[in-house]
């Protein structure tokens, strides 16, 4: 029981003294990266990743549309009820099929702008090097 004292004492004389010298570390690199974050060659490109991640995001509202249009087409064509079903669920398929690439190419895309505008900004931070 004296040993639990002891460990629960010892921890929090520990995280008192560390969190002010944690605090004063956090305050210190939180101030370099703001400086870096608001150096316009940043927010340059943080605009070049907002605007392409729009852009890019719109491609996939457009893929269902063309997906949902495909399927009523389908369901609607001439032939038995049982054919009408099969043509509407492999329209369903392969629009799902459409809507997954769609989804990846417009995640790669975004990731990878995001990873440029990143390198950019650190080139910028440490002065165009």
């Known amino acids: 029981m004296r040993g639990k004292a002891g ?3 010892g921890l929090a004389i520990g995280y008192v003294l560390g969190t002010r010298a944690g605090r004063e570390r956090y305050e210190q690199i939180k101030t370099q990266w703001l400086k870096v ?40 064509s001439r032939g038995t009820a049982g054919q009408k079903l099969d043509a509407a669920v492999q329209a369903g398929k392969d629009s799902a099929d459409d809507v997954e690439r769609a989804a990846k190419t417009s995640a ?6 995001a990873a440029d505008a990143i390198d950019d900004a650190a ?4 002065g165009g090097a």
């Open 37 to 76: 974050w608001n150096l316009d060659p940043v927010q340059e490109q943080v605009d070049k990743v907002k605007d392409f991640a729009k852009s890019t995001a719109m491609a996939l509202p457009s893929t269902l549309w063309d997906s949902a249009v495909k399927v009523t087409k389908a369901a609607s």
């Open 108 to 113: 790669k895309a975004v990731k990878d702008a």
């Open 123 to 126: 080139d910028a931070g440490r």
């Open 7 to 9: 460990l629960v004492i």
